[in-house]
């Protein structure tokens, strides 16, 4: 290419960006903006529910931890549930079990039972080599289980996750428009692009304290925040159901095998046998297993997957004759049910252990700082009397690329595109209110 053609170029692609750059933070500012009242909670929930398993084990020691004698061996199962049972009124039926590869874990049975119209749980600790009583705890208000549901739901019910959701697509598109305005433009070298400028006054410092940190970690917010939207109601669902019009998902997931009904009268099936069938399939050294709450409902057990290991798999169990009525391969999963399996790990951090379950946390803490400077540089700038959200000037001309854009992003997130209709619909009715100059 000639020289007069390469600066003809390089002017292009100025211009272009020129006219991309007031778009982008159009975008950037008021998903921003919009967003940092329910993207700190969410985060900073987030953060505290990384290191739940360990800090429950902290903060009460004599419930989660045993001292084994040197060469104890375990009590049956049933022995544990039925130390489990008496430690609670009748009215609580056995509802599922956990039990862990550490041999210094105590056993967790959950109870449920109905109150004010809902389901009540509560955790019995068992020592597995005793069969001692150990403890229970309402497992509702368990100060991480309340975490978990503002986490999830604002404390709104399925409203609340809808909020969740649309704050979290938001949160995306942030990201993105965010790592196109601090693009480097020729000018920047080091500091302000890749290390902030602290000493140069509170303008550029808060910038540089806003951008920067998220760069470093622009990969494993983006994760955090791609795979939380598994659990969501709309992103979530149409991710399951696109899992299965593809193949992906196995026939016992999709629709889950019905148990015989128990004769009257019949012994119920004993744990022991429940997981001495389980172990025919599986070893499972570590395991969850969930009681039948219905009469054809089927026994489950299944290898924990939120350490990102995929080992072992699930069993469904006949509760009336013990006998396997389907199993769940992780290995022989096809890929798609594999990824979404470690989409939990992946969004907890715990994927690969401390490492990365410290890199979650931090990812969390980062991603609330954003929040909260992006607002203070709002409100220190905004000129007085003034909203100062930035507008569009009438001869500004917008790349059609954006367009495409925030097309793709209506459908890759359902709820930024609902969400963009209500925001043109808000803007078309004020137009028609606002009285004629």
């Known amino acids: 290419m000639s020289a007069p053609a390469a600066s003809a170029s390089r002017a292009a692609a100025r211009s272009w960006l020129a006219a991309l750059y007031p778009a982008v933070w159009r975008w950037h500012f008021w998903a921003g903006l919009l967003i940092t009242p329910v993207l700190l909670v969410v985060a900073l929930t987030g953060a505290a529910y990384v290191f739940h398993d360990e800090l429950d084990r902290w903060a009460a020691p004599e419930l989660f931890t045993v001292s084994p004698a040197d060469g104890a061996v375990r009590q049956p199962y049933a022995v544990r549930l039925a130390a489990a049972r008496a430690a609670l009124p009748a009215t609580w039926e056995f509802d599922a079990f956990a039990e862990s590869a550490d041999p210094r874990a105590a056993d967790v049975f959950t109870f449920e039972n109905d109150r004010d119209g809902a389901h009540a749980h509560r955790q019995v600790f068992v020592d597995p080599y005793t069969a001692r009583l150990l403890g229970d705890r309402d497992f509702d208000r368990s100060i991480f289980v309340i975490a978990l549901k503002l986490h999830r739901t604002l404390f709104a019910g399925s409203v609340g996750q809808y909020f969740v959701e649309a704050a979290t697509c938001w949160s995306i598109v942030s990201l993105l428009t965010g790592l196109l305005l601090w693009w480097p433009r020729g000018k920047e070298k080091l500091w302000g692009v890749w290390l902030?400028?602290?000493?140069?006054?509170?303008?550029?410092?808060?910038?540089?304290?806003h951008t920067i940190p998220g760069l470093y970690l622009f990969a494993a917010a983006l994760a955090i925040m791609v795979t939380g939207l598994?659990?969501?109601?709309?992103?979530?669902?149409?991710?399951?159901?696109?899992?299965?019009?593809?193949r992906q998902l196995p026939p016992a997931y999709i629709s889950p095998p019905k148990s015989t009904p128990?004769?009257?009268?019949?012994?119920?099936?004993?744990?022991?046998a429940v997981m001495a069938e389980a172990r025919t399939h599986y070893p499972f050294p570590e395991y969850?297993?969930?009681?039948?709450?219905?009469?054809?409902?089927?026994w489950i057990v299944y290898g924990p997957t939120q350490d990102g290991d995929l080992a072992d798999g699930v069993v469904y169990l006949d509760a009336a004759t013990g006998k396997t009525l389907a199993t769940i391969d992780y290995p022989s999963l096809r890929v798609g049910a594999q990824v979404a399996l470690l989409f939990y790990s992946i969004h907890t951090g715990s994927i690969f252990g401390l490492t990365t379950?410290?890199?979650?946390?931090?990812?969390?803490?980062?991603?609330?700082?954003?929040?909260?400077?992006?607002?203070?540089?709002?409100w220190r700038r905004r000129p007085a009397g003034s909203f100062g959200a930035p507008r569009r000037t009438g001869g500004e001309a917008v790349p059609r690329l954006v367009g495409g854009v925030i097309v793709i992003l209506a459908v890759v997130f359902p709820l930024v595109?609902?969400?963009?209709?209500?925001?043109?619909?808000?803007?078309?009715?004020?137009?028609?209110?606002?009285?004629?100059?």
């Open 230 to 246: 598994l659990y969501t109601p709309v992103w979530g669902r149409a991710a399951l159901t696109g899992l299965y019009l593809g």
């Open 288 to 298: 969850r297993l969930q009681a039948p709450d219905q009469p054809t409902a089927p």
């Open 417 to 437: 595109g609902a969400s963009l209709v209500l925001l043109w619909a808000g803007e078309w009715l004020l137009r028609r209110l606002r009285p004629a100059s």
């Open 357 to 378: 379950k410290l890199l979650a946390v931090v990812a969390c803490l980062v991603i609330a700082a954003m929040s909260v400077t992006g607002v203070w540089m709002w």
């Open 262 to 272: 128990p004769a009257p009268g019949a012994a119920p099936l004993t744990i022991d």
């Open 196 to 209: 902030p400028r602290l000493r140069r006054g509170t303008r550029f410092a808060l910038r540089d304290l």
